[in-house]
């Protein structure tokens, strides 16, 4: 009889490629930084171009992270998101157009006050608007996407034409506030004022969404519910609850994202936010479906290629998005950041 | 009868019906309905039918949703217009146009597909729209070989042109080019549809619809899902492509708002839903209805709106422009409380 073999498990230290796996996407921003400096010849204008995309990164990551969590949570693929975007920016620019004697004004704090009442009430339209629905048109299809595909394209479709009806068909232009027109110049590059303002807005915006989601309770139910719902709910919470929550967050966010985006532009229509569909869509596949995290460093990336490919070869600049997701499923199918299990 | 339909009979009186006297009408329609407006919508259902048809097989069959599938439905009538311009006005400009872009509408539908039915499903319809969006921008950008926004006009064979003449007149219609190009677009028409009726229900369309149902236990009979629904997009692409350049022969004319643009994929949407997911007959009744509404119910909401002149908000409400609003509302619930469509609710109410 043989004797059985020693019993002698190793514990083998994880390899050092092993172990920097998961933070490799958090390089590629200041990789791509770096590219596009090498690219660019000159450095003031490399440094009006990474503004320029970051603050184009920081709006679409704001429209989109509402999206990526929704899905994250409750496996809801939500096409409409877009009519949230155009919506937000329709009431945060009437607003606006209310209160004009606010926004000429040549002083910071009358301006910022108009833009925060615009903000607020964009939010408030649009987070109403996300839970019905949430309550009206995608509470009858859980669990069954291509079905959620179709329903919320309808409502995207029905949604547009109400701000058609509402507003009118013509595009509305729409003045920046007086003290955030303009530029600033630092180092012999121009930044405009209004991007920095983007910038910080989406700093903050990413900075309290992870406060909220790693510091708080609520944050990590959330979080537990995107990890196992049904578990969550053997708990004894109501994820329901929960998840319509964060469907009006969500909303409200891109809301919050239309109405920069409106004045970013300096235009608004009904399409914008389907066209702003096609951006949120790449930065949602690429940072992987349900990860805060990877939505913000996909909006990044998108919004720096986007703007260092149009400065060198302005035809090839939405092109070059896609070209940036494909090489990014290439190396990771699932997204840079995967949250979600396949399905 | 039953191998021309591939044995997939209406088992429906009413639906037999309303597909007999569709088919009757577009047959005849030159000599029934005959006015450059009723031709034209004629062949506009014609190729919507096909279109409609392909898409199905894709969402209806495969359980797949693109958003591209006017990418592919451009690529085949651009294939015409770009051919028929290099290669000068010739039945082989056709055939070459046609086959090409078939074939570069398949190939990209491949590449697409092993991209993103890999991982998910759903992947395949935020990347579609992605990508198709790229495609309609990088169209309109290359005005030097697309004509950009302007689009292409181009010169079609002398026996598809108006100016040709091959008799004098028949039942006092003219018998000329513009008779041959309908019959042309008919009979094509004709042929792709009852092709896509085949496939859908060989041995290949019954895996695809069990890849639908329950793609996990597909799998596991046996049946590698992935490549089913790669080869079922792409047949579905070229079916699209063709149908494009029906259309773009039909027109003479391409351009993107007139195939590539998303407006026309919504009406695809609308068409695929309200006539019923999952049956080819769907197509046929969802793109007659939808196209015939097109033309003729516009009007009928405009005067609707005139008629309540002075109540507020609602004339806006009721004009033509807005017709989409009410199709919306129309497709929401349709795809609650109708899924099959109307070929589904008459199959049941048998």
């Given at each position: 009889?043989t004797q059985?073999?020693?019993h002698?498990?190793?514990?083998?230290r994880a390899?050092l490629?092993h172990r920097v796996?998961?933070?490799l996407p958090?390089a590629?921003v200041?990789?791509l930084?770096?590219?596009g400096?090498?690219?660019i010849?000159?450095l003031?204008s490399w440094?009006?171009?990474?503004?320029?995309?970051?603050?184009?990164g920081m709006m679409?990551?704001?429209?989109?992270?509402?999206l990526?969590l929704v899905f994250g949570?409750?496996?809801?693929?939500?096409f409409?998101?877009g009519?949230?975007?155009?919506?937000g920016?329709?009431?945060?620019?009437?607003?606006?157009?209310?209160?004009g004697?606010?926004?000429?004004?040549?002083?910071?704090?009358l301006?910022?006050?108009?833009?925060?009442?615009?903000?607020?009430?964009?939010?408030?339209?649009t987070?109403?608007m996300?839970?019905a629905?949430?309550?009206a048109i995608v509470?009858p299809v859980?669990?069954?996407?291509?079905?959620?595909?179709?329903?919320?394209?309808g409502?995207?479709?029905v949604?547009?034409?109400?701000?058609?009806?509402l507003w009118?068909?013509e595009e509305?232009?729409i003045?920046r506030?007086e003290?955030?027109?303009?530029a600033?110049?630092?180092?012999?590059?121009?930044?405009?004022?209004?991007?920095?303002?983007?910038v910080?807005?989406?700093?903050a915006?990413?900075?309290?969404m992870?406060l909220?989601l790693?510091r708080?309770r609520?944050g990590?139910?959330?979080?537990?519910?995107?990890?196992?719902?049904?578990?969550?709910?053997?708990?004894?919470?109501r994820l329901?609850?929960?998840?319509?929550?964060?469907?009006?967050?969500?909303s409200?966010l891109a809301?919050?994202?239309?109405?920069?985006?409106?004045l970013y532009?300096?235009v608004?229509?009904?399409?914008?936010?389907n066209q702003?569909?096609?951006?949120?869509?790449?930065v949602v596949?690429i940072g992987?479906?349900g990860?805060?995290e990877?939505?913000?460093?996909?909006?990044?990336?998108?919004?720096?290629?986007?703007n260092y490919?149009?400065?060198?070869?302005p035809?090839?600049?939405?092109?070059?998005?896609?070209g940036?997701?494909v090489?990014?499923?290439?190396?990771r199918?699932?997204?840079?950041?995967?949250?979600?299990?396949a399905? | 009868m039953?191998a021309v339909l591939?044995?997939?009979?209406p088992?429906s009186?009413v639906l037999?019906l309303?597909?007999a006297?569709?088919?009757v009408?577009l047959?005849l329609?030159?000599f029934?309905?005959?006015?450059?407006?009723?031709?034209?919508?004629a062949?506009?259902i014609?190729v919507?039918?096909v279109?409609v048809?392909?898409?199905d097989?894709m969402?209806?069959?495969?359980?797949?949703?693109?958003?591209?599938h006017?990418?592919f439905?451009g690529i085949g009538?651009?294939?015409i217009?770009?051919?028929s311009?290099?290669m000068?006005?010739?039945?082989d400009a056709?055939i070459v146009?046609a086959?090409?872009?078939?074939l570069?509408a398949?190939?990209?539908?491949l590449?697409?597909g092993?991209f993103s039915?890999r991982?998910r499903?759903?992947?395949?319809?935020m990347i579609?729209?992605?990508v198709a969006s790229?495609v309609a921008?990088l169209?309109?950008?290359l005005?030097?070989?697309?004509g950009?926004?302007d689009?292409?006009?181009?010169?079609?064979?002398?026996?598809?042109?108006p100016a040709?003449?091959f008799?004098d007149?028949l039942l006092g219609?003219k018998?000329n080019g513009k008779?041959?190009v309908y019959?042309?677009?008919?009979?094509?028409?004709?042929?792709?549809?009852l092709?896509?009726?085949?496939?859908v229900?060989s041995?290949f369309?019954?895996v695809?619809q069990?890849i639908r149902e329950?793609?996990?236990?597909a799998?596991?009979?046996?049946?590698r899902?992935?490549?089913?629904?790669?080869?079922?997009?792409?047949l579905?692409?070229?079916a699209?492509a063709l149908?494009?350049?029906?259309y773009?022969i039909w027109?003479?004319?391409v351009?993107?708002?007139t195939?590539?643009?998303m407006?026309i994929?919504?009406?695809?949407?609308l068409?695929?839903v309200i006539g019923g997911?999952?049956t080819?007959y769907g197509?046929?009744?969802?793109?007659t209805?939808?196209?015939?509404a097109?033309n003729?119910l516009?009007a009928?909401m405009g005067?609707a709106?005139?008629?309540v002149e002075g109540v507020?908000v609602?004339p806006?409400l009721?004009?033509?422009d807005r017709?989409?609003l009410?199709?919306?509302?129309l497709f929401?619930l349709?795809?609650y409380?109708f899924p099959?469509g109307?070929?589904?609710?008459l199959?049941?109410?048998r």
């Amino acid at each position: 009889m043989t004797q059985a073999p020693d019993h002698a498990p190793k514990m083998a230290r994880a390899s050092l490629a092993h172990r920097v796996a998961p933070w490799l996407p958090l390089a590629l921003v200041p990789v791509l930084a770096v590219l596009g400096l090498a690219a660019i010849p000159s450095l003031s204008s490399w440094l009006t171009l990474t503004i320029s995309g970051l603050a184009m990164g920081m709006m679409i990551f704001i429209m989109a992270s509402g999206l990526t969590l929704v899905f994250g949570l409750m496996d809801v693929i939500n096409f409409g998101h877009g009519a949230f975007v155009s919506v937000g920016a329709f009431v945060g620019v009437t607003v606006l157009l209310m209160l004009g004697p606010m926004t000429g004004a040549p002083s910071l704090a009358l301006n910022l006050a108009a833009l925060l009442v615009a903000v607020i009430g964009a939010m408030l339209a649009t987070g109403l608007m996300g839970w019905a629905f949430e309550r009206a048109i995608v509470r009858p299809v859980y669990g069954h996407h291509l079905k959620q595909i179709l329903v919320t394209m309808g409502g995207l479709i029905v949604a547009e034409q109400l701000i058609i009806v509402l507003w009118g068909p013509e595009e509305i232009y729409i003045a920046r506030p007086e003290a955030l027109k303009g530029a600033i110049t630092f180092a012999g590059a121009a930044l405009e004022k209004y991007r920095l303002v983007a910038v910080a807005v989406g700093l903050a915006v990413f900075l309290a969404m992870r406060l909220v989601l790693r510091r708080t309770r609520i944050g990590l139910i959330v979080r537990a519910g995107v990890q196992n719902g049904e578990m969550v709910q053997a708990l004894g919470y109501r994820l329901r609850l929960v998840f319509v929550g964060v469907f009006m967050a969500g909303s409200a966010l891109a809301g919050l994202g239309g109405v920069m985006w409106g004045l970013y532009q300096e235009v608004i229509t009904a399409q914008m936010g389907n066209q702003a569909m096609i951006l949120i869509f790449i930065v949602v596949i690429i940072g992987g479906l349900g990860s805060v995290e990877g939505c913000f460093i996909g909006a990044l990336l998108v919004g720096l290629l986007q703007n260092y490919v149009a400065f060198l070869e302005p035809k090839a600049a939405l092109i070059s998005n896609i070209g940036l997701m494909v090489a990014i499923l290439m190396w990771r199918p699932m997204g840079m950041i995967p949250v979600v299990k396949a399905k | 009868m039953r191998a021309v339909l591939s044995g997939d009979m209406p088992r429906s009186r009413v639906l037999a019906l309303i597909l007999a006297v569709i088919l009757v009408a577009l047959a005849l329609a030159p000599f029934l309905f005959p006015g450059v407006r009723t031709v034209d919508t004629a062949a506009r259902i014609c190729v919507f039918v096909v279109l409609v048809a392909s898409y199905d097989l894709m969402l209806g069959y495969g359980g797949i949703v693109s958003f591209a599938h006017t990418m592919f439905f451009g690529i085949g009538a651009y294939g015409i217009a770009l051919a028929s311009t290099h290669m000068g006005r010739g039945f082989d400009a056709l055939i070459v146009g046609a086959g090409a872009g078939a074939l570069v509408a398949a190939a990209l539908a491949l590449v697409i597909g092993l991209f993103s039915l890999r991982v998910r499903a759903i992947f395949f319809a935020m990347i579609t729209l992605a990508v198709a969006s790229a495609v309609a921008v990088l169209v309109s950008q290359l005005s030097g070989l697309t004509g950009g926004e302007d689009g292409l006009t181009f010169q079609t064979p002398r026996a598809l042109s108006p100016a040709f003449r091959f008799g004098d007149s028949l039942l006092g219609v003219k018998l000329n080019g513009k008779l041959l190009v309908y019959y042309l677009v008919f009979v094509g028409a004709l042929i792709l549809f009852l092709l896509l009726l085949r496939v859908v229900n060989s041995p290949f369309g019954r895996v695809l619809q069990a890849i639908r149902e329950n793609d996990f236990r597909a799998e596991a009979i046996g049946y590698r899902v992935v490549y089913y629904r790669v080869a079922a997009t792409c047949l579905s692409a070229s079916a699209a492509a063709l149908a494009g350049s029906l259309y773009a022969i039909w027109l003479r004319y391409v351009g993107p708002d007139t195939v590539l643009s998303m407006e026309i994929m919504i009406d695809i949407l609308l068409m695929v839903v309200i006539g019923g997911m999952g049956t080819m007959y769907g197509a046929v009744i969802g793109a007659t209805l939808f196209v015939l509404a097109q033309n003729y119910l516009q009007a009928l909401m405009g005067s609707a709106s005139g008629l309540v002149e002075g109540v507020p908000v609602l004339p806006q409400l009721l004009s033509a422009d807005r017709w989409l609003l009410w199709l919306g509302v129309l497709f929401v619930l349709s795809v609650y409380f109708f899924p099959t469509g109307v070929v589904g609710r008459l199959r049941q109410g048998r």
